[in-house]
């Protein structure tokens, strides 16, 4: 399985400031995704990172809010623009480990509080 | 939603007994996957469930998948309290939805 390492792993932030969370995989993957995950809830995907191209979203997701930048195959950062205590929230970027295994693994997250 | 459902949405047993999570979702799959989530730390990848399989098992757990009905279960047996934690399934092809989560919590 791919090894997953996300920086930062915490931050608190002001309100109105942006963060920006970077993931990087330790093998060369084809599909990286971000997800949310709402303090007490499940994940839910925000977008796909796309590889030499813009990123596919996700209903509710913006690429205003959440650019997203993936300039090679083992690496992709999400932002978090102008931020609000309403993304406080655990960030998950994952990999697609291909269609052998058919799996998703998982980075440990970058817990968001915003103040 | 873009999320499937999963119920119970919280379960508490005593150690030694079973542990049984259901899921269902909306669109059609390749597979579903179970995943588990200690205290909101990163996820464990438990077991997979192909779409052309029915039931399948790994040590303590056995997962079983109805196309038909969108819908599948996880069942942990003789369960330990390490097996405390969120439990997700997540469905869909190479992209995929996470259900609402089980929390189980064994008691000694």
């Known amino acids: 399985s791919a090894v997953i390492s996300q920086k930062p792993s915490r931050d608190i932030c002001q309100r109105g400031t942006s963060l920006t969370i970077q993931c990087q995989v330790d093998?060369?993957?084809?599909?990286m995704f971000w997800y949310r995950q709402q303090p007490g809830q499940s994940l839910t995907l925000i977008a796909t990172a796309n590889q030499g191209s813009e990123a596919t979203y996700e209903s509710g997701f913006v690429i205003d809010k959440f650019p997203i930048s993936r300039p090679n195959l083992t690496f992709s950062t999400l932002t978090v623009s102008n931020m609000s205590p309403e993304d406080s929230s655990i960030y998950l970027c994952s990999v697609y480990s291909g269609a052998r295994t058919d799996t998703q693994y998982f980075g440990p997250g970058t817990r968001l509080t915003v103040l | 939603s873009q999320q499937g459902e999963e119920d119970p949405q919280a379960l508490s047993i005593q150690e030694g007994e079973n542990a049984t999570m259901n899921c269902s979702y909306k669109?059609?799959?390749?597979?579903l996957q179970w995943y588990r989530q200690n205290s909101g730390r990163g996820l464990v990848h438990l077991i997979l469930i192909r779409s052309n399989e029915r039931e399948k098992h790994s040590g303590r757990l056995r997962v079983t998948l109805d196309t038909s009905k969108k819908s599948g279960s996880l069942l942990i047996t003789a369960s330990r309290a390490a097996d405390t934690a969120s439990y997700f399934c997540?469905?869909?092809?190479?992209?995929?939805?996470f259900g609402t989560g089980t929390r189980l919590k064994v008691l000694a």
């Open positions: 669109t059609s799959i390749n597979n």
């Open positions: 093998s060369q993957v084809t599909m």
């Open positions: 997540a469905s869909g092809t190479y992209k995929y939805i």
